[in-house]
């Protein structure tokens, strides 16, 4: 690899120029005049020397001339915006081997120096030496002993830098940091050095106070005590770690802004180091490298810390690919842990039907009971539940839950749901995620409520309708013991017969209560009005509740209003919402009807709101009263709005309690497209 020279005050042409040439054939270095340039051509360090003539004005003559004093076989290759024939002549006869004009044309340019390394070979050593203190070549032109051990150096240094690209495929960042410390001891003999790190919080791990997440942590070191690390942190908030996040380059312990920092200065004396080197991130410093001179007592040299300080460019890059893998990895590991301990199966599928996953309770409830083995296969599913997989693999789309029964276990329920999952853009699935909720248990405890639940609601109405007929007997029980003495009372037998008037009118209204609770649909269907329908129905309960002064006001649209319906079940629905307002004022009851119609043609509705001069319902009460056997009084079980609401909702209405300060009932009846007013 050819290294090419580059003299120009303006960073712009250097980086034309680099991003022309073929990085796997040339390596350049930019230098800013002619006497940082100087070592490198005095010791054969470049193969060619491109110069921004243009930008250098016309002591780029002069420069030419003091170039070729020091390197008199060197190509040079002149750039020029507007070419001078007068200049043009004078730069070739002091030595310019090409003059070309900008900008950089990349062909031209590498056809140039493929052309200068065919006709005017030269063996030149070219390691990547930066910018930086030329001490180290002063010692190599005074000593030719110097000199040589500096070729070594460089070419070690560049084998180190080859070495480097290997640090990204290394997932153990302790490993990887304590081998890249021993290969600069080996190659620049580093007396000690330590590496400190702002690891990112583990995953699962507890969030970081703001003070810790600025804290930087030994993650390596040789020729220190292990003692003195494991209780001396840096921070990016004082000392060496603020100094160097705030300067973002190499701090050296003799610099002002380090002996200005009481801090960085104690820090630098307690690690016996002289230099700190940032690690850089992606976006931000990710750590610091504190280093000592060589094992002779030797300073490191600018040209060895900035090849170090590219190298941890490489193991910042490192460093921060080991950490998304750590978390990518920690994150996977939780989500196994918690698949593999779900209750529920999970069974990840394959395009090619190989079982990806399948945590305990899937091996539990579908692997096979006669072997030992601890793997799931696709064989091992039910027929039923494999086509559902295989459904998704080959169209992507996800599948409704469904409840599965095993014919192999009865009365054991699942519900399956199997869902895709697509990578990128594919339009296919890459698997598909099944899961399995085991229903048994949770099926057996609801038909054990239900039956507990029908048990309690069996003795409340046997408790309730023994306490109803009991008292619709004592009446007659009464007249029983009576009648041999005095049947021929004229009294006597007028109170019998009203006593059994009673009776027959509350066992009857119980019997209709229990028939029409037990029905779930019509018994015959008819039409009817619904106004006549009312009075009907108030008649009945009047004969129910017999009140004085209780009057009846029907308010309807004007037109009559024509349902369709069970007649003796909606007739007795709304004689159960009459009686409940008579009996919440039994003197002077005023119970106001009102008929409305609305919505549009074919989906009409009717409102029958029913509203007595009684004490209302409370927001509590409005909530309970259709629930059946709730009661305010002593008497009654407590279901006349609970049947009214079942018969209302087998016509497909609805029955609403309002909580008013006044009863009000709303029934919500639908119409017939058919039996609209007429």
């Avoid at 700190?276 to 040209?303: K, M, S």
């Avoid at 309690?456 to 007659?476: K, Q, S």
């Amino acid at each position: 690899m050819n290294t090419i020279l580059v003299l120009s005050p303006h960073p712009d042409f250097a980086e034309a120029v680099r991003s022309a040439l073929i990085p796997e054939r040339y390596r350049m270095i930019h230098r800013t005049s002619a006497d940082e340039g100087e070592p490198l051509l005095v010791h054969g360090l470049v193969s060619t020397c491109i110069l921004d003539a243009d930008l250098l004005g016309v002591e780029s003559v002069w420069i030419i001339e003091r170039l070729r004093r020091r390197d008199a076989k060197i190509p040079i290759i002149a750039y020029t915006s507007n070419t001078q024939s007068d200049w043009e002549e004078e730069a070739f006869l002091r030595g310019v081997t090409h003059v070309l004009t900008k900008p950089v044309r990349q062909r031209l340019l590498n056809s140039v120096l493929e052309r200068l390394a065919t006709t005017n070979p030269v063996q030149r050593f070219s390691p990547s030496v930066p910018a930086g203190n030329t001490a180290i070549f002063t010692r190599a032109a005074s000593n030719p002993e110097a000199a040589n051990q500096f070729v070594n150096t460089s070419q070690t240094l560049d084998v180190l830098r080859d070495f480097s690209s290997i640090l990204t495929h290394s997932l153990d960042a302790e490993a990887m940091l304590k081998q890249f410390l021993l290969f600069l001891r080996e190659i620049l003999s580093v007396n000690r050095a330590a590496i400190f790190l702002n690891r990112p919080c583990a995953p699962i791990a507890e969030a970081a106070t703001q003070e810790e997440s600025r804290r930087l942590r030994s993650a390596a070191a040789i020729g220190l005590a292990s003692g003195l690390l494991e209780h001396f942190e840096l921070s990016l908030d004082s000392g060496i770690g603020a100094q160097v996040a705030r300067l973002g380059r190499i701090l050296r312990r003799d610099t002002e802004e380090a002996r200005a920092d009481g801090e960085a200065t104690k820090e630098f004396e307690l690690l016996g180091t002289q230099v700190a080197v940032p690690i850089p991130g992606r976006d931000t410093i990710i750590g610091v490298a504190v280093f000592d001179g060589r094992v002779t007592g030797e300073p490191l040299v600018n040209v060895e810390l900035e090849l170090i300080f590219h190298l941890l460019e490489q193991v910042g890059l490192a460093l921060r690919n080991i950490w998304l893998h750590d978390q990518l990895s920690g994150n996977h590991e939780m989500m196994t842990d918690v698949l593999r301990e779900l209750s529920s199966a999970c069974i990840v599928v394959g395009r090619d039907l190989k079982v990806l996953h399948a945590n305990k309770a899937a091996k539990r409830h579908f692997g096979r009971k006669n072997e030992r083995t601890g793997g799931l296969e696709f064989s091992d599913l039910p027929q039923q539940l494999g086509g559902k997989i295989y459904q998704v693999l080959k169209t992507g789309s996800a599948l409704e839950s469904f409840r599965y029964e095993p014919d192999n276990s009865p009365g054991t329920i699942y519900n399956i749901s199997v869902v895709p999952f697509q990578r990128g853009n594919s339009a296919l699935p890459s698997s598909a995620l099944l899961t399995a909720d085991d229903l048994s248990q949770s099926e057996q405890l609801r038909r054990l409520e239900v039956e507990t639940a029908n048990l309690r609601l069996i003795r409340t109405m046997a408790d309730r309708m023994a306490h109803e007929i009991g008292n619709a007997m004592v009446p007659l029980s009464t007249h029983q013991q009576l009648l041999g003495e005095k049947f021929n009372d004229k009294e006597f037998r007028a109170s019998l017969d009203h006593a059994m008037g009673e009776g027959v009118k509350r066992v009857s209204r119980l019997i209709n209560q229990m028939r029409f609770l037990a029905r779930d649909g019509y018994i015959e269907q008819e039409q009817f009005p619904v106004e006549k329908l009312v009075e009907e129905a108030y008649q009945d309960a009047v004969k129910q509740q017999p009140a004085d002064g209780a009057q009846l006001k029907v308010e309807n649209t004007g037109k009559p209003v024509i349902v369709m319906g069970d007649r003796a079940a909606l007739k007795h629905a709304l004689s159960e919402v009459m009686l409940n307002a008579l009996q919440a004022n039994p003197k002077g009851a005023r119970i106001g009807v009102k008929l409305q119609t609305d919505g549009p043609v074919g989906n009409r509705a009717l409102t029958i709101e029913v509203e007595d001069n009684g004490s209302g319902f409370t927001t509590e009460a409005a909530k309970k009263v259709p629930a059946p056997f709730y009661t305010t009084r002593n008497v009654g079980l407590g279901l006349g709005l609970a049947v009214t609401q079942k018969i209302i909702e087998n016509h497909h209405g609805k029955l609403e309690i309002v909580p008013s300060p006044s009863g009000i009932v709303r029934v919500s009846l639908p119409i017939e497209s058919n039996g609209a007013n007429r």
